[in-house]
Every structure is written in structure tokens, then in C-alpha cells.
């Protein structure tokens, strides 16, 4: 049976994982999922990736981040924008999340970025998920 979210699995194993303190999470690979990854990995949310090329459609490969007392970095992470329902924003409208403690993922024409990078650009686009 086809997948019709897959962002939406992504995040939910990641969100899952978490919960369960596993060290790392194992997820079917595309180039959407490795930049929403690098997005993570670059806010701190995550330690690490890794694509690990196999046979078809490969692996990408999440190592979790974990606090000095093993509590969870990511204490929430919502898929925002799904495929019945798309969300998009303009630059200025780009949501805090948190009030900046959190980060908002946005899918631009100058690729996958956060609200702020988002806002300093000034470039709007579909909302892919929110994160804190």
C-alpha cells in the first residue's frame, strides 16, 4: 500500500524515537526527507544523518539528540501543512513558533529553510512543520 504522507512518517518516527530514547531512527530515503534532516541537524534537534545508500529507495539514517540528563531536545514536532490541506505564508506572516524558542520549516523557492532564515530573506512559502 502507497504511503501518502511520507513527511508525515518521517516525523513521526523521529517523534516516536524520541519518546522511546532510541539512539537513532531508520527512514526510507528521499531528497526531501535528507533536507529536512539537514534543517534539524543545523538547529541543534538532531545530532546527526547519515544516507546510507542500498537498494532501493535507501536509508537515511537519524542519530537523536538527547539532554546531559537524557531528557528529549525535541519535545514536539508537528507536521503543519498535509496533503488535503497545504499552508503557505508569506515572508512577514511566517509563524514563531514558541515564540522563537521553537523553529517553523518552510519549503521556498530557494529550497528548505526555517521561519527566520525565511523572514531574513524575505521569501514565503508552504509550511512543512513546526518544531520545539
Known amino acids: 500500500m502507497a ?14 524515537g524520541s519518546r522511546a ?24 534537534f538532531i545530532q546527526g544523518y547519515e544516507v546510507k545508500e542500498t537498494p532501493f529507495p535507501g536509508v537515511l539514517e537519524i542519530t537523536l539528540k ?3 540528563d537524557g531528557e528529549n531536545v525535541i519535545s514536539g514536532i508537528k ?4 496533503p488535503g490541506l497545504r499552508q503557505y505564508v508569506k515572508s512577514k506572516d511566517a509563524p514563531k513558533v514558541l ?10 523557492s530557494r529550497g ?3 521561519d527566520r ?6 521569501v514565503g ?8
Open 3 to 16: 504511503m501518502s504522507d511520507p513527511l508525515a512518517d518521517m516525523l513521526t518516527r523521529i517523534r516516536n
Open 21 to 44: 530514547h532510541f539512539e537513532r531512527v531508520d527512514i526510507p530515503l528521499s531528497k526531501m526527507r535528507v533536507s529536512v534532516a539537514k534543517v534539524l541537524a543545523d538547529e541543534g
Open 79 to 82: 507536521r503543519v501543512s498535509k
Open 66 to 68: 538527547y539532554g546531559p
Open 117 to 122: 532564515a525565511a523572514r531574513r530573506q524575505n
Open 112 to 114: 528548505l529553510m526555517t
Open 99 to 108: 515564540n522563537g524558542f521553537g523553529i517553523a520549516i518552510l519549503s521556498t
Open 125 to 132: 512559502g508552504e509550511i512543512i512543520c513546526e518544531v520545539w
